[in-house]
């Protein structure tokens, strides 16, 4: 019973490096979101995806790309890090539009750029 | 649009003691709301939630929410604080109407002494 699988769990980037991250579902949700969490500011949210080959922008997209090439994954990727970017990353899921069921989170990606 | 607040970035309790954490929402229509928990180094974990039906609300762990429309209001309550509970707490927002994401406030401390 994994639900939301994020990996790495840790990295450390240069500035200007390229990384991707991937997160991995087994509840068939339809649904995928990433969000990235800032000491004080909450949850906000990138991109998200509400089914298999669509994506979407959130909140706060830019310097980030996403895809989702199969329903359970969906990446997302830092084409040139920058220290403006380190941060923890949560991706979560959900079954269906609305928001009435809530989201199931994985336990987050620690990144740093340096 | 919809938004969150919490309010204080951080709530101290002693053990036993009465848990208050405050959230109130704006929405143009009635939301769903969501208290999310995250327990140090972890994902976030659904609480409690309210979309349709009883206003007042219970989650796991003891906890409790009351959907007060007049008021914009959607606090957390515990009747005793126990030393398990010290994590952050995220309220959260949807809009029922077609698709929409989940709005996070940006969370409350709860710190609870001996």
């Known amino acids: 019973n994994a639900g939301v699988t994020q990996t790495p769990k840790f990295r450390v980037l240069k500035t200007g490096q390229s990384m991707t991250l991937l997160c991995a579902q087994d509840?068939?949700?339809?649904?995928m979101y990433w969000y990235r969490q800032d000491p004080g500011m909450g949850l906000r949210l990138i991109h998200y995806s509400v089914g298999e080959g669509t994506t979407a922008k959130g909140e706060v997209p830019d310097g980030y790309n996403v895809s989702r090439l199969k329903k359970q994954n969906f990446l997302l990727g830092l084409e040139s890090a920058a220290p403006s970017q380190t941060s923890v990353y949560f991706c979560?899921?959900?079954?269906?539009?609305?928001?009435?069921?809530?989201?199931?989170f994985g336990s987050g990606t620690r990144l740093t750029v340096v | 649009a919809q938004s969150v607040t919490q309010l204080g970035s951080h709530v101290s309790v002693s053990e036993g003691a009465l848990v208050l954490l405050r959230c109130n929402y704006s929405s143009s229509v009635p939301p769903y709301l969501f208290w999310y928990v995250q327990y140090p180094n972890q994902g976030l974990q659904l609480l409690l939630k309210?979309?349709?039906?009883?206003?007042l609300v219970k989650g796991i762990n003891g906890f409790e929410a009351e959907f007060k429309k007049s008021e914009t209001s959607f606090h957390l309550t515990k009747p005793s604080a126990h030393m398990s509970d010290a994590a952050e707490y995220f309220c959260a927002v949807s809009s029922p109407r077609g698709y929409s994401t989940l709005t996070f406030g940006k969370g409350t401390m709860l710190l609870v002494s001996p």
């Open positions: 309210y979309t349709t039906g009883a206003t």
């Open positions: 979560a899921s959900s079954p269906w539009a609305g928001g009435n069921y809530g989201y199931t």
């Open positions: 509840m068939n949700h339809e649904y």
